[in-house]
């Protein structure tokens, strides 16, 4: 790459809705140096509301919707790439199941090192029975890969007999996160001595939200000081309303759909809780830790990886009476919230995005020849 010339890169996923695959690529777009990146975005999908596009605009940073429809979209190929051929990208950026489409948009068009990144568990991240042949066919054709966590790394190692090229940790706006005092409580309808448990999940059997509604009802059902706020939208959502609603608790399991204040909001919860089956490195666990709240969460890989005996407590997935007593016993120890918040808050201080913009952009320029 000669000196001065910017290294073109194509964040291209599914779509620009509001979730932690999505946050990465739009992250590292707003994020890498201008003065040696430059980057454009690709959102299969048209335009939901609530997405990150209003971001990416205000940052001047251009977005390509490419009208995909629900299933196999083979317009998509050749929509992609004439993206491609446009922009010239010498780094495609992949994300989630769009590799289907961004290999064969590589063979239209000749141009750009494809680096994929693993978000998930790979057993999960697959999508369909296509999913582990398209990634291997990946491989075979050069494509870098890059795990989101050492967990990721080794179920990919597992189930391909590889490692993935390297491993960047997500990262978030630790300063956006701070613990705080400040008026979002009031502001939203509750009292100085009202306890909130938030949740930051899209309400998908990934999330299990079930688990976590039943888990709290058990729990602190019978305080009523106490509420469980539900961040987040997604299939389950009318399920989930439906099952607060049965068991008495509409008034205090709180949905509030997605949600653009999170960082005022966290700062002012007693403790975060997610029921996940499976994770890559949710980076709404991050954000918690980084907001100076325990964490309650099921004892899945990417989870475990961030929440230690010290930052949190941990119980199996699945199952809805160890997160009910986790909850409990952290509602009546004050003084253990504090002590496992503040140590989350120290422990989310490795995951600034500053330190994964700077390793993708360390990989985008050893693949294009430039100086690291």
Same mark, same amino acid.
């Given at each position: ?31 890498? +140096? ?17 997405? #990150?596009? !209003? ?9 390509? =919707? ?33 590799? %289907? ?8 068009? &000749? ?7 693993? =978000? ?29 966590? #050492? ?5 990919? %190692? ?12 997500? &990262?978030?706006?630790? +300063?956006?996160? %701070? !613990? ?14 009202? =306890? ?12 299990? $939200? ?13 305080? $009523? ?6 961040? &987040? *939208? ?26 653009? *204040?999170?960082?005022?909001?966290? $700062? ?25 709240? !325990? ?26 009476? !160890? ?27 490795? #995951?600034?995005? +500053? ?18």
């Amino acid at each position: 790459m000669a000196e001065g010339v910017k290294i073109r890169v194509l964040e291209v996923l599914a779509s620009l809705r509001r979730a932690g695959a999505e946050r990465v690529a739009v992250s590292l777009a707003a994020g890498l +140096d201008p003065a040696r990146f430059n980057c454009e975005v690709v959102s299969l999908f048209d335009a939901f509301s609530g997405g #990150f596009e !209003p971001l990416l605009e205000a940052d001047g940073i251009r977005v390509h =919707h490419l009208g995909k429809r629900p299933g196999l979209d083979p317009r998509i190929f050749a929509r992609l790439a004439s993206v491609i051929r446009s922009f010239r990208p010498e780094i495609v950026h992949t994300h989630s199941y769009v590799l %289907r489409y961004a290999l064969p948009a590589r063979l239209l068009t &000749g141009g750009g090192r494809i680096v994929h990144t693993i =978000h998930n568990q790979a057993q999960q991240e697959t999508g369909d029975a296509w999913g582990p042949w398209i990634q291997r066919a990946a491989n075979s054709a050069g494509v870098r890969t890059v795990a989101v966590s #050492f967990s990721v790394a080794q179920s990919y %190692r597992e189930l391909y007999r590889r490692p993935p090229d390297t491993v960047i940790c997500n &990262g978030i706006d630790l +300063d956006r996160f %701070r !613990p705080s005092v400040g008026t979002w409580k009031s502001a939203n309808g509750f009292s100085s001595t009202d =306890h909130l448990v938030v949740s930051v999940a899209r309400l998908e059997p990934q999330k299990n $939200p079930m688990a976590l509604i039943g888990a709290f009802t058990t729990a602190l059902g019978g305080d $009523p000081a106490w509420h469980l706020l539900m961040v &987040g *939208d997604g299939s389950l959502r009318s399920e989930a309303e439906a099952r607060a609603q049965a068991l008495g608790m509409e008034r205090r399991i709180h949905f509030l759909g997605v949600r653009f *204040d999170v960082d005022a909001l966290l $700062p002012e919860c007693d403790i975060f809780a997610m029921a996940s089956q499976w994770e890559g490195m949710p980076m709404a666990i991050i954000e918690a830790m980084a907001a100076g709240l !325990p964490v309650v969460g099921t004892e899945v890989d990417g989870v475990a990886e961030l929440v230690t005996h010290n930052t949190g407590l941990l119980v199996p997935a699945g199952e809805t009476s !160890p997160m009910a007593e986790a909850l409990a016993t952290l509602a009546r120890d004050p003084r253990m919230r504090y002590e496992l918040g503040r140590a989350a808050r120290e422990d989310a201080l490795a #995951f600034g995005v +500053d330190r994964m913009v700077d390793g993708y952009a360390r990989l985008f320029t050893s693949l294009t020849g430039g100086d690291v």
